[in-house]
């Protein structure tokens, strides 16, 4: 059974750090991409980080970029997104995916991790 938990959301203070975790199961991690999505209140879901987690190719959307860094620790087949500088435009439910071969149709998902960024 395949499965993927996000974890380490929580309330922190603009310009605060929350290290999110996506531990995953019963598929061959190195053959996924592993995706970060959040959705705020009212919005559309948003794609954030993905990671090649054969290589460690990473992308970022425009939103995060410079602020939010993904990783794996593929002994774990766990994915890693490291959130600096928060703000509170990033309050949202943060997913994570697994998106297998032939890619692109993001087949696996997670329950969420609320992250809210406010004094």
């Known amino acids: 059974e395949v499965q993927l938990q996000a974890s380490g959301g929580g309330l922190v203070q603009p310009g605060g750090s929350l290290r999110l975790s996506c531990s995953t199961s019963g598929f061959t991690f190195k053959d996924y991409h592993i995706g970060w999505f959040r959705q705020a209140p009212g919005k559309a879901r948003e794609g954030i980080s993905c990671i090649k987690t054969r290589d460690g190719e990473t992308a970022y959307a425009a939103s995060v970029k410079g602020r939010f860094t993904v990783s794996s620790d593929n002994a774990k087949n766990t994915v890693y997104l490291q959130m600096n500088f928060l703000q509170p435009e990033d309050t949202a439910v943060y997913f994570c995916?697994?998106?297998?071969?032939?890619?692109?149709?993001?087949?696996?998902w997670g329950q969420g991790t609320l992250v809210t960024v406010s004094s």
């Open positions: 995916s697994a998106d297998g071969p032939p890619y692109g149709t993001w087949d696996y």
